[in-house]
């Protein structure tokens, strides 16, 4: 059983103990199929005067997420994914995401975080937007740092930054989320794959 250790847990939260688990073992298995990683923490959201905000709709919001990610798992050296669907009183239906960059290609986030955030907008046909967890001097942990698959600390700051999306704070009934699949070692991963499979929407505890 996975230790939950304050170092690598936020504990001012609430956790789903079963989804924080699966979190962190997808983390995991990035780092042993690369060996550096750079995390890009972002959250895709409605604009209150949209159509999408004013008439949330789950399946429709699903559909959104597919074709989001669809697209983001295309960007060259985006190596992995994980999404959580929440549902707040202030943002109504929005998503938590993280997305992993290869940390031997990219030391920085920020060219990834723009085009992630046109690629939202363009399949929200413009209702959405999104926001990058930047980091932040006051927080103890920091996130977008080139970590190696070794670095016992930043791995430790990283599954605590990741913990956010396994708050039980406005899930919904049915817990929506989803883990991108980890290629085993020397997979070609410009071979084309089969989109069928990534139309899957749904991943429940």
């Given at each position: 059983?996975?230790?939950?250790?304050?170092?690598?847990?936020?504990?001012?939260?609430?956790?789903?103990?079963?989804?924080?688990?699966?979190?962190?073992?997808?983390?995991?298995?990035?780092?042993?199929?690369?060996?550096?990683?750079?995390?890009?923490?972002?959250?895709?959201?409605?604009?209150?005067?949209?159509?999408?905000?004013?008439h949330p709709d789950i399946n429709a919001t699903q559909i959104d997420i597919?074709?989001?990610?669809?697209?983001?798992?295309?960007?060259?050296?985006?190596?992995?994914?994980?999404?959580?669907?929440?549902?707040?009183?202030?943002?109504?239906?929005?998503?938590?995401?993280?997305?992993?960059?290869?940390?031997?290609?990219?030391?920085?986030?920020?060219?990834?975080?723009?085009?992630?955030?046109?690629?939202?907008?363009?399949?929200?046909?413009?209702?959405?937007?999104?926001h990058r967890c930047q980091p932040n001097p006051k927080y103890k942990k920091?996130?977008?740092?080139?970590?190696?698959?070794?670095?016992?600390?930043?791995?430790?700051?990283?599954?605590?930054?990741?913990?956010?999306?396994?708050?039980?704070?406005?899930?919904?009934?049915?817990?929506?989320?989803?883990?991108?699949?980890?290629?085993?070692?020397?997979?070609?991963?410009?071979?084309?794959?089969?989109?069928?499979?990534?139309?899957?929407?749904?991943?429940?505890?």
């Amino acid at each position: 059983m996975r230790k939950y250790k304050s170092s690598r847990i936020n504990k001012n939260y609430i956790h789903n103990h079963e989804l924080y688990d699966e979190l962190a073992n997808h983390q995991d298995a990035l780092f042993i199929r690369y060996s550096k990683l750079l995390m890009l923490r972002i959250d895709l959201a409605y604009r209150d005067d949209s159509r999408s905000s004013r008439h949330p709709d789950i399946n429709a919001t699903q559909i959104d997420i597919a074709m989001f990610i669809q697209q983001v798992k295309e960007i060259p050296s985006v190596v992995g994914y994980v999404w959580v669907l929440e549902n707040g009183l202030q943002h109504g239906l929005h998503v938590h995401c993280v997305i992993y960059i290869d940390g031997q290609k990219h030391r920085k986030t920020w060219l990834f975080s723009s085009e992630i955030s046109d690629v939202w907008k363009s399949v929200t046909s413009g209702d959405g937007y999104a926001h990058r967890c930047q980091p932040n001097p006051k927080y103890k942990k920091q996130g977008e740092r080139v970590t190696a698959w070794n670095n016992s600390e930043g791995r430790d700051d990283m599954l605590y930054i990741l913990s956010y999306l396994s708050k039980q704070d406005q899930k919904l009934d049915k817990l929506i989320y989803r883990c991108s699949a980890v290629p085993p070692k020397g997979l070609n991963r410009g071979r084309k794959r089969n989109k069928s499979s990534d139309i899957s929407l749904l991943s429940t505890l």
